[in-house]
């Protein structure tokens, strides 16, 4: 096997015993929880080789159409990757941030959280990492996010400014950190940050224009390792966006 051990050889030397028969519910959904529980205990971790669908068939007492429908929903949460031919099967993979972001995403529409509350997380989160920016960033991290304030320039010259650049200057930014943790955790929050961000613009049309304009002037900080600068930009930046989308108490949805 090319990949870490199998994961049939991690069940104590009895691999019948790592999965268990269901019998009840919606049953691809029940093997669907025992996998991720697996995962999440560390009896199954990223690279390693899912049973056949005939063995996970028989191990958990149901037929390999069920079997299958519980990969794909597996697949689809971003859990396992599905390869055919000769060394294929269903391997355990981690998700990845785009799937997280989907997730957080979901979360954010079902909770009833608003954009002002995503606004006030990310002024807590990006300030954080700012000193690791002025400290980190490379002249490939300053050339890449001046570029993105290059798009942004033109799209306003033209007369529009999509606030999906704006999203992508501060992904790019939490990227300069260095910091794989960081840059995950703010790849997650992209989808949550466009929303916050276009109730902002819906606010004031003419969003971009100082926005690029303080983004310049970030990186420019950045460039000169002035972290109390860059601070100082980042956080008028974000409390501006805080004051265009915050509600007043009264129209704020109640939560149990």
């Known amino acids: 096997m090319t990949s870490r051990e199998s994961a049939t050889t991690k069940a104590a030397g009895n691999p019948d015993e790592m999965f268990s028969r269901v019998n009840v519910g919606r049953v691809s959904g029940l093997i669907v929880d ?38 794909r929903g597996l697949e689809a949460n971003g859990l396992v990757t599905i390869r055919v031919g000769a060394r294929g099967g269903a391997f355990v993979t981690a998700p990845t941030s785009k799937h997280v ?10 909770s009833g959280l608003t954009a002002s509350e995503v606004t006030e997380a990310r002024r807590v989160f990006e300030m954080g990492f700012v000193p690791l920016v002025c400290e980190r960033a490379d002249e490939q991290d300053i050339a890449e996010l001046n570029e993105i304030c290059d798009r942004a320039d033109a799209a306003i010259a033209e007369g529009g400014y999509p606030v999906s650049l704006s999203a992508e200057f501060h992904v790019r930014v939490a990227k300069a950190s260095h910091n794989a943790a960081i840059e995950m955790l703010a790849q997650s929050f992209h989808g949550p940050m466009l ?29 000169k390792r002035d972290v109390a600068a860059a601070e100082a930009v980042m956080s008028k930046h974000l409390a501006r966006t805080a004051d265009r989308v915050r509600a007043p108490k009264t129209t704020r949805k109640k939560r149990k």
């Open 34 to 71: 025992q996998i991720r529980l697996l995962i999440r205990d560390g009896m199954l971790s990223a690279g390693d080789r899912l049973p056949s669908e005939r063995e996970l068939g028989e191990r958990f007492g149901v037929s390999r159409v069920t079997v299958r429908e519980a990969l």
């Open 101 to 110: 972001g989907e997730g957080i995403t979901d979360l954010l529409t079902l």
């Open 195 to 223: 929303m916050s961000l276009q109730q902002a613009q819906d606010e004031d049309p003419k969003v971009g224009i100082v926005g690029t304009h303080e983004h310049r002037q970030f990186v420019q900080a950045v460039r």
